[in-house]
């Protein structure tokens, strides 16, 4: 949660760059991991063509951080949707650099590996989730938005978005049960 957010939120729609680097740090892993979720090779793409979209519509945003978080991640999905979209139509492309040998460390590669084990560990269990279960609980936990605004994102009912929340939850406590955890190796 931002500390202040109406008056970082009216800084950033005048352009002051503290505040949008303040937006930005608070959301944006949350943004790359639900996209990530949804289409990894693209991830880090889609969140950038998101940004851009905010950067380019913040003076029109009006609302508290929730509602701030619902728009963030509507213009995601929706960027999401046109990638996949745009991708099924054209060939696929070779990347120039295969690996990450031109990233640079950060200060405790050790932690960070560590941690993007964890989030990746977590995020290949919701991938085998239904797309709509695995959309609604990344929406509702990474988002951290309520019912009615993950039903406006996805275009379902409230009690729909409940439905596939149970689901899902319930599909993924199978998943990680013991049982299934041994199996799986």
Same mark, same amino acid.
């Given at each position: 949660m931002i500390e202040d957010f109406p008056a970082t939120l009216r800084a950033a729609q005048?352009?002051?760059?503290?505040?949008?680097?303040? @937006? /930005?740090? &608070?959301?944006?892993? !949350? @943004?790359?991991?639900?996209? /990530?979720?949804?289409?990894?090779?693209a991830a880090?793409?889609?969140?950038? &063509?998101?940004?851009?979209? =905010?950067?380019?519509?913040?003076?029109?945003?009006?609302? $508290? &951080?929730?509602?701030?978080?619902?728009?963030l991640f509507t213009i995601a999905r929706?960027?999401?949707v046109d990638w996949q979209r745009r991708s099924q139509r054209r060939p696929p492309t070779v990347p120039s650099s295969p690996g990450g040998e031109d990233l640079a460390a950060s200060d405790d590669p050790a932690a960070e590996a560590i941690d993007a084990l964890d989030t990746a560990a977590a995020l290949a269990v919701i991938g085998r989730l239904?797309?709509?279960?695995? &959309?609604?609980?990344?929406?509702? =936990?990474?988002? $951290?938005?309520?019912?009615?605004? =993950?039903?406006?994102? =996805? $275009?379902?009912?409230? $009690?729909?978005?409940?439905?596939?929340?149970?689901?899902? @939850?319930? !599909?993924?406590?199978e998943l990680l049960a013991p049982s299934n955890a041994v199996m799986s190796r």
């Open positions: 005048v352009g002051e760059e503290w505040a949008i680097a303040v @937006l /930005w740090e &608070e959301l944006n892993h !949350r @943004l790359v991991r639900f996209l /990530w979720a949804r289409d990894r090779e880090e793409d889609i969140a950038s &063509e998101t940004w851009l979209t =905010v950067a380019r519509k913040l003076s029109c945003f009006s609302g $508290g &951080e929730v509602e701030f978080r619902a728009w929706s960027r999401l239904p797309a709509d279960q695995g &959309e609604v609980i990344l929406l509702r =936990v990474l988002a $951290g938005l309520d019912v009615a605004r =993950v039903a406006a994102i =996805v $275009g379902k009912r409230p $009690g729909t978005v409940r439905m596939l929340q149970h689901r899902g @939850l319930r !599909r993924l406590a």
